[in-house]
């Protein structure tokens, strides 16, 4: 067996009892809970939200204190629509650190989806006054804007985002446009 082989095999082992075990294994085992966090990472970017759900919730029983673990469990919820448990999370990594300002996007961005405007854009605004070149928390501010009839201010954030994020910026200037919100203009944290 080549040594190339073997280093799969124990690598392909070593994510199959993480994912079976959890964080129990990571400290039976010495197996840094930080490489069994970036497994859930991988899972998110890779569409396995499914999976990366998995892992933070295995990590939050072990870490709970961690608001980037219920911050990544709420994004997982999010992506598989499960709004409700996603709100949940997302409230609790920010009652845990209420400067995530990443946290404040996503929980904006369901906000978005239930129309409660008003509230996305206290988030928002949150959200840039924490992180002023958040190019997401812009754009989405542009869409509760367009939600909120309000188009002066919705080109205003286009501005902004001209010298952000370009690419961003034109496709708020096409939901302008538009004049109204459909689903597809709402975007998630790029966390």
């Known amino acids: ?37 970036q497994l859930g990472v991988s899972y998110g970017q890779t569409g396995k939200f499914d999976k990366s759900a998995e892992v933070f919730k295995k990590l939050a029983v072990d870490l709970p204190n961690n608001p980037k673990i219920h911050f990544f469990l709420g994004k997982s919820y999010l992506s598989l629509e499960k709004l409700d448990l996603a709100k949940e999370k997302l409230n609790k990594a920010l009652a845990l650190d209420a400067n995530l300002y990443y946290a404040m996007d996503d929980l904006a961005t369901i906000n978005l989806i ?31 804007f367009i ?24 496709l708020l200037e096409g939901a302008i446009k538009e004049g109204k919100l459909s689903g597809k203009h709402v975007v998630v944290t790029g966390k």
Do not use: H, R, W
């Not at 008003?118 to 958040?134: F, G, R, V, Y």
């Not at 002066?152 to 690419?167: D, F, G, S, T, V």
């Open 114 to 144: 239930e129309q409660k405007y008003d509230q996305a854009k206290a988030l928002l605004e949150k959200s840039i006054a924490l992180e002023p070149k958040n190019y997401i928390a812009y754009y989405n501010l542009g869409l509760v």
């Open 147 to 170: 939600g909120l009839n309000d188009l002066p201010q919705a080109k205003n954030q286009c501005e902004i985002l001209k010298k952000l994020n370009p690419k961003a910026a034109e």
């Open 1 to 37: 067996m080549s040594l190339k082989l073997l280093k799969c095999l124990k690598f392909s082992l070593l994510i199959f009892a993480l994912l079976y075990t959890g964080p129990a294994f990571c400290q039976e085992y010495k197996v840094n809970a930080d490489e069994y966090f």
